[in-house]
């Protein structure tokens, strides 16, 4: 009643071709109940959101709110009971809330009733208990142009280490005067590339089986130092550069070296969209190693779907059969759903625009941890660190006012007594 | 008019009027010239209109040229209003537009003129409470509504956001025609009272034929913060009963997929079109409300 | 007015502001006292695509005893208010006690979130607000001297800055002042220095934001104040004329002082506006330079973590704050209130 067929929300086309793949054969039949999605919109979603919407009938109703504000909106939208939101999709970067307000549901039982086969590097387990299902990968890793490196004679960069020598070459050669790239705007990108650099430099970022930060020794302190080398080859507005605006960056032929999101090469790759030599010169490669730690300096991240803990048993075995159906195998048959992303399901073929993300997953990255005060910590790191990288104050000044904050958060919030 | 009579009088100097005029220009360059930027680049492609290497490529455009064979594309309104159904966000917006004028104007008329009246010292009083209130963050406001509007069953649909439009701008509205209204006159109502008409048969048939240049200025304010709003319909409206703003704010991706800005800059343009019609329309309406004395202290 | 009919008269709009306005405030006062219970953890191990590892969770059955136990979460007090992201007690004594000169206090005060952010807020509210008044006085009298057939479309243009979404208005001029954009090669080209950029330093950052506020806000002062100069008292102005009042005498003995109520409700609005400041930070992805209380806001309810009580603080704050900024309004308001009755 509050939500018109899902046809209206995600792309007719897309609505059409999942409504033909299901018509012949993959015809899903989920009983009665009632399914409403949340989620982010990006295409792979929006095909799962078309995917379940075809399992719609009489007895069954399927609706989706696909937007951008939907980590706004989940928590609130779940807590009631009965649950606005019978499905939501998130990320690993974004399930610690619905678990940490116990909002969403172990899958174990729908798992043995419904998808008996579903292939373990599927499920995400807590506990031994089954909390989410995964259908895609995604990572942040290095984009180079191959022909700048060439033309000075460069390899391409193992390690930051690497990237920095490539750089400081660059530039005095004069091919190029800022070739570092990164998504360094303060709040959540600058975070997230400290997360990445810490990792790489071997860190852990709790004490263990704690929720004190552990951030402020000497690997955080050389973490900020290699963000500092590194910031020298950038763009001097880097703390205002997002993913957007780096990736405008590259595709006007800017930048060199670029640690960027594995699903947004496509864009990268595309020449229409790029500078005459910029798309068809860029090359894929894994994440960067730093110092001797043998952990790259990256994160892995999944995104999945998970069902609410407020709803019925209808709603949430209709639910599941519905995302069962809207992450089946055949989905990949589709005119250009294999390219939408790095799928988990069983008959992906990888193509070149994953590379990157298949390199980092065998590089031994560690995923992006899903602890609940994870994000508390992201949130201070993105608010102090521009201080430090503007050289107002001390690396150790810093990761002290990063832990402050983050204590005076993690209190408020009952994970510090 | 007594306007031009005194314009005679004052005789401006030549020099004064070269002044004026390219102060006027000034402006008018400052506060356009952004927005005609923004048309002109609308039919480029996104390597052009936000080029990183050469500003006069928005200007003229060289990558349309070699992608399109033209340095004009249309492919950010194609895209904005084809495939991503804006129009459907432009129905929305105009419903929103209006009810919230209307329902804003009605509230704030009536609030106003009881305020005005009434020599009471608790007006004094609504009045201060009611600028207080304005001082609260709409963004607090708005993540405390949501969890009681999924509880009752409002959340999403359009009527829940003009309620809450509508209360959230009632300060402004009301201190705006409170204003108004005390210059009107008491003796106008009070003779109509002594007439034997009751209060309200006084407002209906005195005060309402005299008001509406003040409530023209007023409902401009609202019909702008109803048609700007993020903050409000970004998260209180589903996916399909989005306004146009949360809408274009849909185009300009996430942290980890690209977006496509020329549909949002397509978007803006055809945004603020209807706009220009409409001010055009109502041009005479606009200038007179605002001419013959809406607002004063 | 008798209280009955004023009373029906103002219920349309009294239980719109007490149902939206006056009813969450309350909540949000109630929140800023109370934070959530003390979460208990345990050590569990996780699996996913990427192999499993240990990883801490919450214990649900535990923690929903604390819950159960204290449904409005557990009463804080003022805590919140006082801690490091907000007035930070703790810390701006022992900075008081440490600190050898002025100079150096403030400085250091400057690294606390609260302060940072209240630095920037009250000198965008301090600079920006006088000028936007000035300059949409100036163009209200400008225009008002033009001829009425070009008054639509000047009024028109004169409103774009004020009608453009800020959202998408401030991704266009970003890119615009971008040291490549069209406006930063202008000012480069003004200042004669090719390394300019308005994004990478502080009081640029601070200067471009205050020069957005004026020209988005300009409108509004316009309008209100070219409304008001339609009703000047013609025969004032006239008898002026005959006396000889130069044109400037005219504006500050006759026109100002119509004006005045109309300033003080532009002002009022305006400050309350600035104060609040928000959308430009975001837009020119500003946060690094320049933070404001609604920033502190917005930063709060936008992590992965909601801090719902540290959110609801702050807007108490930013209440109180307005109040103050505006008591010399509200006092004067009083006193005209009290000379009419």
Redesign the interface.
């Known amino acids: 009643m509050?939500?018109?067929k899902i046809a209206?929300?995600s792309?007719v086309a897309a609505f059409a071709l999942a409504s033909t793949a299901y018509a012949d054969g993959h015809a899903c039949d989920i009983g009665e109940g009632r399914v409403s999605i949340i989620g982010?919109?990006?295409?792979a979603i929006q095909t799962l959101g078309a995917g379940a919407a075809a399992c719609a009938s009489d007895s069954a109703e399927v609706t989706?709110?696909?937007?951008?504000?939907h980590?706004?909106?989940q928590?609130?939208?779940m807590?009631?009971n009965p649950a606005?939101y019978t499905v939501a999709i998130i990320s690993?970067?974004?399930i610690?809330?619905l678990?940490?307000d116990?909002l969403i549901r172990p899958l174990d039982d729908l798992i043995a009733a419904h998808a008996p086969d579903l292939p373990?590097?599927?499920?995400?387990?807590?506990?031994?208990k089954v909390m989410a299902v995964?259908f895609m990968?995604?990572a942040q890793h290095m984009v180079y142009r191959s022909d700048i490196l060439a033309e000075a004679g460069l390899e391409a960069p193992k390690s930051y280490e690497d990237v920095l020598a490539n750089a400081k070459v660059l530039r005095e050669k004069g091919i190029m005067e800022n070739p570092v790239g990164g998504a360094y705007?303060?709040?959540?990108?600058i975070g997230q590339e400290f997360n990445n650099m810490f990792i790489g430099h071997g860190g852990e970022f709790?004490k263990?089986?704690?929720?004190e930060a552990n951030i402020n020794n000497e690997k955080g302190v050389a973490t900020l130092e290699m963000m500092k080398a590194l910031s020298e080859y950038m763009n001097?507005?880097f703390?205002?550069?997002?993913?957007?605006?780096i990736?405008?960056?590259w595709?006007?032929?800017?930048v060199a070296m670029l640690q960027m999101?594995g699903?947004?090469t496509?864009?990268l790759l595309d020449p229409?969209?790029?500078?005459?030599g910029v798309a068809e010169n860029t090359a894929l490669t894994g994440p960067m190693m730093v110092g001797d730690s043998g952990t790259p300096a990256t994160t892995?991240?999944?995104d999945g779907w998970t069902i609410a803990s407020n709803v019925s048993d209808a709603d949430a075995e209709a639910s599941f059969k519905a995302m069962m159906a809207s992450i089946d195998p055949s989905i990949l048959e589709q005119e250009g759903v294999n390219e939408q992303a790095v799928w988990?399901i069983e008959g992906y073929e990888p193509t070149n625009l994953s590379e990157g993300v298949f390199q980092t997953?065998k590089s031994g990255?560690?995923?992006y941890?899903?602890?609940?005060?994870?994000?508390?910590l992201?949130?201070a790191l993105g608010?102090e660190l521009?201080?430090f990288?503007?050289g107002k104050?001390s690396a150790e000044?810093t990761l002290a006012?990063v832990e402050?904050?983050y204590?005076?958060?993690a209190?408020?919030?009952?994970?510090l007594? | 008019m007594s306007e031009t009579a005194v314009s005679q009088a004052q005789s401006r100097s030549f020099i004064l009027n070269i002044v004026i005029w390219i102060f006027v220009a000034f402006w008018l360059i400052l506060a356009a010239f952004p927005f005609i930027w923004t048309l002109w680049g609308s039919f480029k492609?996104?390597?052009d209109f936000?080029?990183?290497?050469d500003w006069t490529n928005a200007l003229f455009g060289p990558?349309t040229q070699?992608?399109h064979g033209s340095p004009f594309t249309g492919e950010g309104y194609h895209g904005a209003w084809v495939?991503e159904e804006f129009w459907?966000a432009v129905l929305n917006t105009s419903i929103v537009c209006f009810c919230v004028v209307c329902i804003s104007l009605t509230f704030g008329t009536l609030g106003g003129y009881a305020l005005s009246r009434s020599g009471f010292r608790y007006t004094f009083w609504l009045l201060m409470i009611a600028l207080i209130f304005r001082a609260m963050p709409p963004i607090t406001l708005v993540?405390g509504y949501?969890?009681p509007f999924?509880?009752w069953?409002v959340?999403?649909?359009l009527p829940t956001s003009i309620i809450v439009l509508v209360a959230i701008n009632q300060p402004f509205t009301l201190w705006m025609l409170h204003s108004f209204f005390t210059k009107i006159p008491m003796d106008l109502d009070e003779s109509a009272k002594v007439d034997g008409c009751t209060q309200f048969q006084a407002f209906r048939y005195v005060i309402i034929p005299v008001m509406w240049p003040g409530v023209i200025t007023t409902g401009l304010f609202s019909f702008l913060l109803a048609y700007n709003d993020f903050a409000v319909t970004?998260?209180l409206l589903?996916?399909?009963n989005?306004t146009m703003v949360?809408k274009i704010?849909?185009f300009?991706?996430?942290?980890?997929?690209?977006?496509n800005?020329m549909f949002a800059v397509a978007a803006v343009v055809s945004a603020t079109a209807p706009l220009f019609v409409l001010v055009l329309f109502f041009q005479r309406q606009i200038v007179s409300g605002l001419t013959a004395g809406a607002v004063k202290g | 007015m008798k209280h009955k009919t004023f009373f029906w008269f103002f219920l349309p709009t009294g239980l719109a502001m007490l149902l939206f306005i006056f009813l969450p405030i309350v909540s949000v006062i109630s929140q800023s006292l109370h934070?959530?219970?003390?979460?208990v953890?345990?050590?569990?191990?996780?699996?996913?695509?990427?192999g499993c590892?240990?990883?801490?969770?919450?214990d649900?059955e535990a923690?929903?005893l604390l819950r159960d136990a204290n449904p409005l979460g557990?009463w804080?007090g003022l805590e919140?208010y006082f801690?490091?992201?907000h007035l930070a007690v703790a810390?701006v004594g022992e900075l008081w006690r440490n600190s050898e000169s002025w100079g150096a206090f403030f400085n250091r005060l400057g690294?606390l979130?609260f302060y940072r952010a209240m630095a920037f807020t009250l000198t965008y509210t301090f600079v920006a607000t006088p000028l936007l008044i000035i300059f949409g006085l100036m163009i209200a009298l400008a225009v008002n001297t033009l001829s009425s057939w070009i008054k639509g479309l000047v009024i028109f243009f004169s409103l774009l800055p004020f009608i453009v979404t800020p959202l998408v208005g401030s991704l266009i001029l970003f890119w615009m002042i971008?040291?490549r954009g069209v406006v930063g090669s202008f000012i480069q080209w003004v200042f004669n220095d090719p390394?300019l950029?308005l994004?990478?330093s502080?009081p640029l950052t601070w200067i471009t934001l205050i020069v957005y506020g004026i020209w988005h806000s300009a409108p509004f002062a316009f309008v209100i104040f070219y409304a008001g100069l339609q009703t000047l008292p013609q025969d004032t102005l006239e008898s002026a004329v005959i006396d000889g009042a130069s044109r400037w005498q005219r504006i500050r003995y006759v026109v100002i002082p119509h004006l005045t109520p109309l300033v003080t409700f532009v002002a009022l609005i305006q400050l309350m506006d600035n104060f609040r400041v928000f959308e430009p930070i975001v837009g020119?992805?500003?946060?690094?330079?320049a933070?404001s209380l609604s920033w502190i806001i917005y930063?709060d309810?936008?992590?992965?973590?909601?801090?719902l009580?540290?959110a609801a603080s702050t807007s108490v704050l930013t209440i109180l704050c307005v109040a103050i900024l505006l008591s010399p309004v509200l006092v004067r308001t009083w006193r005209d209130f009290n000379g009419k009755t």
């Open positions: 509050k939500h018109l209206l929300l792309g982010n919109e990006f295409p989706a709110n696909l937007t951008k504000e980590k706004n909106i928590v609130p939208g807590t009631n606005e690993n970067g974004s610690a809330p678990m940490t116990n373990n590097q599927q499920k995400i387990t807590l506990d031994g995964a990968a995604n705007s303060a709040g959540w990108g709790f263990a089986g704690t929720a001097p507005d703390l205002a550069l997002n993913n957007n605006e990736s405008a960056e595709k006007a032929g800017n999101w699903s947004r496509p864009a229409e969209g790029s500078v005459e892995l991240w999944w988990l997953i990255a560690t995923p941890p899903t602890l609940p005060y994870i994000g508390l992201h949130t608010a521009p201080d990288m503007q104050e000044q006012d402050a904050a204590t005076a958060a209190k408020e919030a009952g994970f007594q | 492609v996104e390597l936000f080029s990183l290497q990558q070699a992608v495939q459907r993540s949501l969890q999924f509880a069953n959340w999403g649909i970004a998260m589903a996916k399909e989005q949360p704010a849909g300009l991706g996430t942290t980890q997929t690209e977006g800005v | 934070v959530p219970v003390d979460a953890l345990v050590t569990v191990e996780e699996c996913g695509p990427f590892k240990p990883s801490t969770t919450i649900q923690t929903q557990q804080a919140i801690d490091r992201s810390e690294n979130p971008d040291a390394t950029s994004k990478a502080t020119f992805n500003a946060e690094a330079h933070t930063n309810l936008s992590g992965e973590q909601r801090l009580t540290s």
